[in-house]
Nanobody, 119 residues
Framework: QVQLVESGGGLVQAGGSLRLSCAAS????????MGWFRQAPGKERESVAT????????YYQDSVKGRFTISRDNAKNTVYLQMNSLKPEDTAVYYC????????????WGQGTQITVSS
């Protein structure tokens, strides 16, 4: 059974930092592309950052470029999202997800973790 478990969410003031972690189990982690998504109240879920299976390439949504960094440790089956210079508009539930490297659709999702950025 595949599980993705996020941690590290919480309340932070604008300008602050948080690091999210997503621990994966039940899959060969190094063979999966990992992504971070978020969904704010009343909005659609959006992609925040993606990292390929080797960790050699990453994609970021324009609004987080230069502030967020995705990374992964294949030895620990964990993907991270370092978030700096947080803004109130970053407030959302953040999810990690996994997709096979040959597939465009994400197959597995975590339960989500709330990030609230106060102004």
């Amino acid at each position: 059974q595949v599980q993705l478990v996020e941690s590290g969410g919480g309340l932070v003031q604008a300008g602050g930092s948080l690091r999210l972690s997503c621990a994966a189990s039940g899959l060969t982690f190094s063979a999966w592309t990992m992504g971070w998504f978020r969904q704010a109240p009343g909005k659609e879920r959006e992609s925040v950052a993606t990292m390929n299976w080797t960790g050699a390439s990453a994609y970021y949504q324009d609004s987080v470029k230069g502030r967020f960094t995705i990374s992964r440790d294949n030895a620990k089956n964990t993907v991270y999202l370092q978030m700096n210079s947080l803004k109130p508009e970053d407030t959302a539930v953040y999810y990690c997800a996994a997709r096979p490297r040959t597939c465009s659709e994400y197959r597995y999702w975590g339960q989500g973790t709330q990030i609230t950025v106060s102004s």
